[in-house]
């Protein structure tokens, strides 16, 4: 028979083995709980991370491509940080033109983002340079009205190379800068081209003088505003003409876009606006525009007073706007 001793042995050995077990339970429901809401509390600070990132790659285009918006957005959470891509497009009639897909990676632990990027461009002594969305469509050049320009780019010149029947979008420099109130009596001037997009006349004094430097030291073809610092309101929301409530409303959100861009040249703009009071309708001025028609449409505007300056970016098939040329 066994002693008591040793009963008394099993019943313990068997109460440290049940103590054990509730110990590594409790440690591992203490670990689960603990996982459980550190992972929630990532996610959500993750979730406003992301929603911030967005709101700068949102402002960043909305502000540097004229008609330009983001077409799709796609956001992975890791710890206290993430990565997201985002495919950057116009509209063509009423048809997405996507123009080039972004990286982009935030938080307080973002992680390494190596991309690869096939846009670019060139610039060939005496001719003017050319650059390129990823996907192949060229940038536009504007050239600002009160600034003398030594040479102007005139892609009207050779719209006879394009084939017909194409979508063609092209930027128009005016001979000087028109008050927003005109646009309609423009607009009219500018047919049967389709006008979707007005340029504003905001620029910082720094910003003018770093142009008319170019314009005096660096070659002739060498010079103008590219289409990422202009600033410029769609219009999608007025036919016949902007009135006072669609431009004020216009912008405000310019406005409000430039102080949530992370670039410093947009805060530089937004900080002179705020300064010196925002731009009533009666004295906002049009630099430019940006028109849509066909090949037969823009060559109705060769030789028009109004066009200082043109510039072609895309060029589409009407049904299929995928298409690149």
Not at 70 to 95: D, P, Q, R, V
Not at 170 to 185: E, R, W
Not at 268 to 285: R, V
């Amino acid at each position: 028979m066994k002693s008591m001793s040793d009963i008394d042995d099993k019943k313990l050995k068997q109460s440290i083995r049940k103590a054990k077990v509730k110990s590594i339970l409790k440690i591992i429901g203490v670990v689960l709980i603990i996982f459980i809401i550190v992972s929630l509390l990532n996610i959500l600070i993750g979730l406003n991370l992301s929603k911030k990132q967005y709101e700068k790659n949102d402002a960043y285009v909305k502000l540097s491509i004229p008609n330009g918006y983001i077409s799709e957005s796609n956001t992975i959470i890791g710890f206290l940080g993430g990565t997201g891509t985002y495919k950057i497009a116009k509209n063509m009639n009423g048809k997405p033109v996507i123009l080039e897909d972004k990286n982009s990676s935030f938080g307080i632990l973002p992680p390494i983002n190596y991309s690869v990027l096939n846009g670019g461009g060139y610039h060939i002594a005496s001719q003017w340079p050319v650059s390129f969305w990823e996907n192949g469509y060229k940038k536009m050049l504007f050239f600002h009205p009160e600034l003398q320009y030594k040479e102007y780019k005139n892609d009207l010149a050779d719209i006879e190379k394009i084939p017909d029947g194409k979508l063609i979008e092209m930027a128009i420099s005016f001979d000087k800068p028109y008050k927003v109130t005109d646009l309609s009596i423009i607009q009219k001037k500018l047919e049967p081209a389709n006008v979707t997009w007005m340029w504003l006349n905001e620029f910082t004094d720094k910003k003018m003088q770093e142009y008319q430097y170019e314009i005096d030291n660096y070659d002739s073809k060498a010079n103008g505003v590219s289409e990422s610092e202009t600033i410029g309101l769609p219009l999608t929301m007025a036919h016949n003409g902007f009135t006072y409530n669609p431009y004020t409303q216009g912008y405000d959100e310019i406005v409000d876009t430039l102080n949530k861009s992370s670039l410093p040249e947009h805060k530089a703009l937004y900080d002179k606006i705020i300064s010196n009071g925002k731009t009533k309708i009666e004295d906002a001025e049009i630099l430019g525009v940006i028109v849509h028609g066909t090949k037969s449409e823009l060559k109705q505007l060769i030789d028009n007073p109004l066009i200082k300056a043109s510039s072609i970016e895309v060029i589409v098939d009407p049904l299929y706007i995928g298409e690149k040329r």
